[in-house]
């Protein structure tokens, strides 16, 4: 085989003059179990792991699990866990071999728990979305309805889902004498770890009360906020990765310099020092996570439906926008506003500094892929501090904006005609909301308020809100986005 079509199996198949894993790989056990080993967890818990393993050892390895999906065991087992990630910015990227991962275990639910059992692992981490949980928000429960949890609930010692896996592991540990590993979510959820945990103990209670006891004293699930644009890989992330190692890597991925991760320093059974690659612990995590998914997630939500319909495929390409990027800088404003002094971070700088990522040209991160899971990300991203702006008398007219844009998104077709899919897990609810009420914007809004579990009730009463929402997005139904966009700019 020639260097252009052999694949990356070992470090020795590398010929580039890139970053190796500077530890014996061999000599480094297995530690932790990560649920969930798509690509933003490559470029984040697994790059940090990888830095405190290479400062300070230890039996830190991640094995992978996917609950869904077969195609990240595929690229990754061949390869030995190996991976390429590149850094991208305007100065130039950067490219480095990750060993941190082991495997990845794939659709195997058997498979699965027995890793969870083993007394090796002492920490798990996951990322499966706002939806791989099946926890109703509100009660911080489990949402007995989820498939998942319906299922596991009948027949819970075989568990498939995420809380019937955690739920059996830490019971089968607790009747074998293992200590519990401490369950650490990653997902971009406000108050992760509060939220898991209300969850898991949930499901263990509907089981056996003493389980559920148990999970409540002795397991430990800390909260963190994480941050790091990762773009889903296209072929030229394969091409780039093949060019700089020498060899093809079908898990290659890309990514900003920038990363972060806070974490409430609260562990059960040990954990790696993640501070060597930049992570930061503290007691409470709420103010961070209330500034990212408020400036960072809410802001993104705001430029991808937006952009999208304006025709602009790359959050690079809304910057360079005159109009978007006014909205970007609006949006900014709002979300800072309604945020407390935050000891540490200057909100203004922080601003600054995410439109410097958001114009950054190297990266490919495509509108429509923020757009997708609207009715999920939302409520925490928009609603919120819309809400609590509302009731400190500040402006929601950008909230607002965003909130049209997103209902005109809905519709699934451009203002030329072009057709799309939502991908929402609540797009037939959206589809018979549409269905039933006729393209005008008081209609489709009250038709939006009246979905369950979306809108605070303050805002559906609130006659300011209908305002904010209503005059954007009869300008988008009437006129199209660009005039919507240049109305709302020039105020």
Known sequence: MTNATRRLGSLEDVTGSVRLP???????????????????????????????????????RIRGISLRSRSGANALNPQDGLYTLTERSEAGSQTRVIGALADVIAVDAAATLEALCDPAIRVVTLTVTEKGYGIDRPAAGPDWKHP???????????????????????????????????VLSCDNLPHNGALVRGGVIGFARERDRALG????????????MVDRITPAPTEA?????????????????????????????????????WEAGGALFVSDVS????????????????????GFLSGRKYVRDVMADDALAVLVARHL?????????????????YAEALRARFRNPAIEHQTYQIAMDGTEKLPQRIFAPAMAALNRGLP???????????????????????????RDPREEELGKALAGSPREATALLQAFHRLPGLFPAELERSPEWRLAVEKPLTHMLNDGMAAALNAFVKR
Not at 151 to 171: K, Q, S, Y
Not at 213 to 224: K, L, M, Q, R, Y
Not at 333 to 349: N, R, T
């Open 22 to 60: 500077r530890y014996d790989r061999s000599a480094i056990g297995v530690g932790i179990v990560h649920i969930g080993t798509g690509a933003f967890h490559r470029a984040h818990q697994a790059v940090m792991t990888e830095e405190a393993i290479e400062a300070d050892g230890g039996d830190w």
């Open 148 to 182: 998942a949890v319906a299922a596991d609930r009948n027949d819970p010692e075989r568990p498939t889902g995420v809380l019937g896996l955690l739920t059996e592991a830490l019971r089968r540990r607790r009747s074998s004498g293992v200590a519990p590993f401490t």
């Open 287 to 306: 103010a961070y996570e209330r500034m990212k998914l408020t400036m960072l997630n809410g802001t993104h939500s705001a430029l991808a439906y937006a």
């Open 333 to 349: 404003d709002a979300a800072m506003s309604v945020m407390p002094d935050l000891e540490g971070i200057d909100l203004g700088e």
């Open 396 to 422: 929601i007219d950008s909230f607002g904006f965003a909130t049209a844009a997103w209902i005109r998104y809905t519709l699934g077709e451009t203002d030329s005609g072009e057709k799309y899919a939502l």
């Open 237 to 273: 992330t394969f091409a780039y990765a093949e060019q700089a190692i020498g060899c093809r890597d079908l898990a290659a991925i890309e990514t900003e310099p920038f990363i972060q991760w806070v974490i409430e320093d609260n562990f059960c059974n040990g954990r790696p020092r």
């Open 213 to 224: 006891d148990f999970i409540e004293a002795e397991v430990a699930f800390p909260s963190c």
